[in-house]
């Protein structure tokens, strides 16, 4: 009999890649969708008539408890947040309630309906935010930046708190930036990406953003979700960071971004004072030597590898959407 995996979250980045790989591991696999006028499929679009697709709300704890006694998941996978930094500070208290008590909501779903369960909670690197040690690791203290950041790190904590009070196995993963051709037009990435393709296709002459200083430790979705699904295979629970262990400007990955497309970006690039977040978060790297070790994991996906990945995608999504235009 198959495994049942629960996704809150699987209409996102991470979500897709991770339905992905369970049903290619042979799961059940049961997406959590909000009921919306507008949810956008296009994601799981490529998957959609092998998921089972549920209503629910991590605002709305009877609609999970519901699910889980209706549903039985034996992995429950919890992706679903106001997961974007900038706009946590404008809605700090909905970033608050999805993020934070969301997750509080969602355990307690699982320790009312189903003990048994296996939880993971997808934590952040932005919860060390102002980092007092680098590279960070397990055990480095939190000091969030944002009130994403302090969202997430309220949900890390009680995952901690239900674990040690219940006796659940419940695990974090405290991932570092990862992105893909899936990531939202919103980040700076795919904000990077999509405006090179555009560029190159002769739509747009320029790309307007923040701080071009900001270093990030940057991955591959595609292989992170791999250690989430690991976490939850371990007889013990545990948190772990999950990163590649490199830094990388947002200067450098426009270079590598614009060079891929045969461009200059500082020909391109224009520094917008609108797009500085009211508190940064400077120098964000990993240390997973503790995934290596004890979840046999690894990234697989050099970062020069995922920036061509993804100008190559938005060229081609681009060059589409002009062809259906014309």
Same mark, same amino acid.
């Given at each position: ?11 996102? #980045? ?10 290619? +591991? ?7 969708? &909000? ?12 998957? %959609?008539?092998? =998921? ?19 549903? +039985?998941? !034996? ?6 947040? #106001?997961?974007?930094? #900038? ?13 934070? =008590? ?8 699982? &320790? ?12 952040? @690197? ?14 480095? /203290?939190?000091? /969030?930046? @944002? ?9 890390? $904590?009680?995952?901690?708190?239900? &674990?040690?009070?219940? !006796? ?12 893909? /051709? ?17 560029? +190159?296709?002769? =739509? ?24 989430? $699904?690991?976490?939850?295979? %371990?007889?013990?629970?545990? !948190? ?33 004072? &609108? ?24 990234? +697989? ?12 995608? !938005? ?5 589409? #959407? ?5």
């Amino acid at each position: 009999m198959s495994k049942r995996a629960l996704i809150t979250g699987v209409t996102g #980045q991470d979500g897709s890649y991770l339905a992905e790989l369970l049903l290619a +591991k042979g799961y059940h696999v049961i997406g959590m969708v &909000r009921r919306s006028s507008t949810v956008n499929f296009e994601r799981i679009g490529h998957l %959609q008539d092998d =998921l089972e697709l549920v209503p629910g709300d991590l605002l709305d704890e009877v609609s999970m408890i519901h699910i889980m006694r209706e549903h +039985k998941p !034996d992995e429950v996978y919890n992706l679903a947040a #106001q997961s974007f930094v #900038q706009t946590s500070f404008g809605q700090p208290v909905l970033t608050g309630e999805t993020t934070a =008590l969301g997750v509080t909501r969602l355990l307690d779903a699982i &320790r009312l309906a189903d003990h048994d369960v296996r939880f993971y909670q997808a934590s952040s @690197s932005e919860m060390f935010g102002k980092v007092v040690e680098v590279p960070q690791r397990e055990s480095t /203290p939190f000091y /969030p930046r @944002s009130p994403y950041g302090v969202a997430k790190l309220y949900g890390h $904590w009680i995952t901690v708190n239900y &674990r040690e009070s219940y !006796d659940m196995h419940a695990s974090s993963g405290i991932l570092f930036n990862h992105e893909s /051709p899936r990531r939202g037009l919103e980040f700076v990435t795919r904000k990077i990406a999509n405006g090179v393709a555009r560029i +190159k296709l002769g =739509l747009d002459a320029e790309i307007r953003l923040g701080n071009l200083d900001a270093q990030r430790d940057w991955g591959f979705a595609g292989d992170y979700v791999d250690a989430m $699904w690991r976490m939850l295979q %371990q007889d013990v629970p545990g !948190d772990f960071v999950i990163s590649t262990d490199e830094t990388h400007s947002v200067r450098e990955f426009c270079e590598i971004a614009f060079s891929r497309v045969d461009l200059n970006w500082e020909d391109h690039i224009v520094i917008d004072e &609108r797009f500085f977040r009211p508190a940064e978060v400077d120098l964000l790297v990993g240390d997973a030597t503790h995934a290596r070790t004890v979840l046999g994991w690894q990234p +697989k996906t050099p970062f020069r590898d995922l920036v061509h990945m993804m100008v190559d995608a !938005d060229l081609d999504n681009v060059a589409r #959407q002009q062809r259906e235009l014309s």
